[in-house]
Nanobody
Framework: QVQLVESGGGLVQAGGSLRLSCVVSGLVLNDYTMGWFRQALGKERELIGFINWSGERITYVDSVKGRFTISRDNAQNSAHLQMNNLKPEDTAEYYC???????????????????WGQGTQVTVSS
């Protein structure tokens, strides 16, 4: 049974930091790119960024560049999202997701991800 379990969310003041973790079971994580997404209330789920299986290629959306860092530890079957200088507009439910790396992969498309976590809430107060 495949499970992705996020943790580390919470309430933080603007300018603060949080580190989210995503622990994966039931998958050989080396075969998967890990993506991070978020969904604010009343909005669509949006991509934050993704990291390839080796960690050598990481992509971020412009709104989080320079503030967020994605990493992974395949030995621990986990991925992480370090969030610094948080802003109220970062308030959302945050999700990790796994997409198997194939010739047809599209890591920018949420519909192409194979497995999802349940989400963890991040609230940034002003």
């Amino acid at each position: 049974q495949v499970q992705l379990v996020e943790s580390g969310g919470g309430l933080v003041q603007a300018g603060g930091s949080l580190r989210l973790s995503c622990v994966v079971s039931g998958l050989v994580l080396n075969d998967y790119t890990m993506g991070w997404f978020r969904q604010a209330l009343g909005k669509e789920r949006e991509l934050i960024g993704f990291i390839n299986w080796s960690g050598e290629r990481i992509t971020y959306v412009d709104s989080v560049k320079g503030r967020f860092t994605i990493s992974r530890d395949n030995a621990q079957n986990s991925a992480h999202l370090q969030m610094n200088n948080l802003k109220p507009e970062d308030t959302a439910e945050y999700y990790c997701a796994a997409q198997r790396e194939t010739y047809y992969s599209d890591y920018t498309s949420r519909s192409r991800y194979d497995w999802w976590g349940q989400g963890t809430q991040v609230t940034v107060s002003s």
